[in-house]
């Protein structure tokens, strides 16, 4: 089963050190989970100042700079990832960096059928 790993966190909470050994750790997981024929894309985001979210009420487009959550933990990126069960996802989860000091949330990928696969 397919599932997405979304990382949260507080960017300001990461110092620039801490933040490249992230990223190093991460990247070696990445590695790790492709041997296994566990990882299918994983990807930081920039940060949170650089969001934009878009709303539509009453068909009127709104647009706001930033995200549209006011919470201290921001998404800041994410993992796919194809594993038998909740309980491997969760192993897999506990072994990422950003655990230790923001959240990853699991969710379950629903697939569906009918929509074009990406030409690359």
Not at 90 to 109: D, F, H, N, S, Y
Request: with cysteine; proline share 7%; aromatic share 6%.
């Amino acid at each position: 089963m397919k599932y997405m790993l979304l990382i949260y966190s507080t960017e300001s909470d990461w110092t620039e050190e801490e933040r490249a050994a992230c990223m190093a750790k991460s990247t070696e997981v990445c590695h790790e989970l492709n041997e296994k024929g566990q990882f299918l894309t994983a990807s930081p985001l920039h940060p949170v100042s650089m969001a934009t979210s878009v709303r539509v009420r009453e068909g009127k487009r709104m647009i706001t700079d930033g995200p549209f959550a006011e919470t201290t933990e921001q998404l800041g990126g994410y993992y796919i990832i194809d594993v038998e069960n909740l309980d491997e996802a969760i192993a897999i989860a506990g072994q990422l960096p950003p655990a230790k000091k923001g959240t990853v949330e699991i969710r379950p990928i629903e697939e569906i059928t009918d929509t074009p696969v990406p030409q690359n």
